[in-house]
């Protein structure tokens, strides 16, 4: 029995709707177009799609950034590297106590 379709394709194809209705719909992508069923989206709006490869840490600021300037972002990454790679950004970047 088939309840329906998955999650992740019915994402993808309400953005490409919200996209083709929208120019301020954008999607910032890391490296996951293929996973993210992003590939169609991308090819219809390539001027909405933004890759920034393996660096979600950099999909955070750049999605922050654009949305703060009045576009509709979606940042698109599996949740394990998004949560993981943005989190080492804050680790690696905290002040460190001055020793003195």
């Known amino acids: 029995m088939k309840l329906?379709?998955?999650n992740l394709e019915v994402f993808a194809a309400t953005l490409l709707e919200l996209g083709t209705q929208n120019r301020d719909v954008l999607v910032v992508t890391s490296?996951?177009?293929?996973s993210g069923k992003l590939v169609p989206f991308g090819e219809a709006l390539p001027?909405?799609?933004i890759e920034v490869g393996i660096a979600e840490q950099n999909l955070v600021g750049i999605s922050a950034g654009?949305?703060?300037?009045?576009?509709?972002?979606?940042?698109?990454?599996?949740?394990?590297?998004?949560?993981?790679?943005?989190?080492?950004?804050?680790?690696?970047?905290?002040?460190t106590p001055i020793i003195r």
């Open 4 to 6: 329906g379709r998955p």
């Open 31 to 34: 490296d996951s177009r293929g």
């Open 47 to 49: 001027d909405q799609i």
């Open 66 to 95: 654009l949305a703060s300037a009045g576009k509709q972002v979606f940042g698109v990454s599996p949740a394990c590297f998004l949560t993981a790679r943005a989190l080492e950004q804050i680790k690696t970047t905290w002040p």
